[in-house]
């Protein structure tokens, strides 16, 4: 069944932002970004292949973007909808940013316990909600953001210690990179969770292997504290960021393209999606994207201010909306051109566009005496998709019926994603799209 999409360059952005294609998947294009990352890093990383990106066409990776709280919560519904088609166990790696680690350093670090006496590729319900739900839920009923400004403007410290504070006490604890799961095809992934080097301008990697970007070197087998981990992907600038890491504390460093002082002294960073609020980086060579995006639309501004300070605002704003809409137009581009098999989904995008695409598919089907795609999307309430974008990008309380709105909304966006984009979009791999999916939470 082909569901190829027009090419997204002369597309109207609903196009665009719904993405997805079921093509056969080639080797890897160079992806979007402007830097050479694996081409530098050791030639002995198992991303790297003789100083190219390594190719990985039958296996899948999982973006979760950034987006503060609302991300969180809206990638738990996401992941909830993978697990319930067995997609999460054969997930080779996820990459996450900002608010979208959160969610993913909280799924990495009980990965083992989520997946305790299941044999399938299904987890147990059950645990998931106790090891995952619930812990976020807890930890996004309590606003973070504001105290630790206050705290770090009026006390001594600073801003992200107390921003690291808070999600030691509320949900990491004494947890470490090295409380990830051990990368095993069909088992566990490899984690990736993203921050920005302001002193190279480059994307900062924590994994369990290592830490690294390609220009200050690897330090292998860190033992950061995933508090930290995460306070530095989700420093979103100016008020929470930056965060300092003293590389010196670390053993084991390997040297970049460029390691001297005071590159491989200490760590300046800030938010991961400064870089790459979709973390499409570390992903560049697989086969398969699925690609969760809780970033909110641009808004036109009809009038804008005209004083310095909030008209460079406005005009950094749209440098950043040009940047991340380029790399959403590579990602488009290697669907529809046949590069990668997989799909795309958006906090902003709606459900009608899912269905004008299915439609049109299945026209396309029908000219070549394929059958039809079925779907009737989940019926989602009237409000979820409202409910969900009004959150803003904080780390500030939400309510029960926030969390679950947005719960319920990443769930039914990414289960309308699958089952029109994602049908043959895993090779080799026992999965199958159900249509009978339900969820999480009531509708209300």
Not at 103 to 113: Q, R, S, Y
């Amino acid at each position: 069944m082909s569901t190829n999409q027009e090419d997204p360059s002369s597309t109207d952005q609903a196009n665009v932002e719904l993405g997805g294609t079921e093509a056969q998947a080639s080797l890897p294009e160079p992806g979007p970004g402007g830097t050479t990352e694996e081409a530098v890093l050791p030639a002995n990383d198992d991303d790297n292949v003789e100083g190219k990106v390594k190719a990985r066409p039958s296996e899948i990776a999982l973006c979760l973007s950034g987006g503060g709280y609302r991300a969180a919560m809206f990638h738990v519904g996401v992941l909830l909808r993978l697990n319930h088609d067995g997609i999460l166990r054969h997930l080779s790696r996820i990459s996450c940013v900002s608010g979208g680690s959160i969610t993913g350093a909280c799924l990495g670090m009980n990965w083992d316990e989520i997946w305790k006496g299941t044999s399938g590729s299904v987890a147990d319900s059950k645990r998931l909600q106790t090891y995952l739900v619930k812990p976020l839920r807890d930890l996004t009923a309590t606003t973070i953001d504001r105290p630790s400004i206050l705290r770090g403007l009026l006390w001594f410290g600073t801003v992200h210690n107390y921003v690291t504070q808070y999600y030691e006490n509320l949900l990491f604890k004494d947890k470490t990179l090295q409380d990830l799961p051990t990368e095993q095809a069909g088992i566990a992934p490899r984690f990736v969770l993203n921050a920005t080097n302001v002193k190279t301008g480059t994307l900062w990697r924590f994994a369990k292997p290592y830490m690294a970007d390609y220009r200050t070197g690897k330090f292998l087998n860190p033992k950061t504290k995933l508090s930290v981990v995460v306070a530095a992907s989700s420093a979103f600038p100016p008020f929470l960021s930056p965060l300092k890491l003293r590389l010196e504390d670390y053993e084991n460093p390997t040297g970049g393209a460029e390691n001297p002082l005071p590159f491989s002294r200490d760590l300046v960073l800030t938010d991961g999606g400064t870089y790459d609020n979709l973390g499409l980086q570390p992903v560049r060579g697989f086969g398969t994207l699925l690609v969760s995006d809780a970033g909110l639309k641009w808004e036109d501004d009809p009038n804008p201010w005209t004083d310095w300070f909030n008209h460079m605002r406005r005009v950094l704003a749209i440098i950043d909306s040009q940047v991340r809409a380029q790399r959403l137009i590579n990602l488009m581009a290697s669907f529809t051109t046949g590069k990668r098999r997989g799909g795309y989904w958006g906090i902003s995008t709606e459900m009608e566009a899912f269905v004008k695409a299915n439609n049109k598919n299945n026209a396309e089907n029908a000219n070549k005496g394929l059958p039809p795609n079925p779907f009737t999307p989940l019926c989602c309430y009237k409000d979820a998709r409202g409910i969900s974008m009004a959150v803003p990008t904080r780390l500030a309380e939400m309510s029960d019926l926030e969390q679950e709105a947005l719960i319920n909304w990443g769930f039914a966006i990414c289960d309308a994603s699958l089952r029109v984009f994602c049908r043959n979009a895993f090779p080799g791999k026992a999965i199958t799209i159900s249509d009978n999916a339900t969820f999480p939470y009531p509708r209300p």
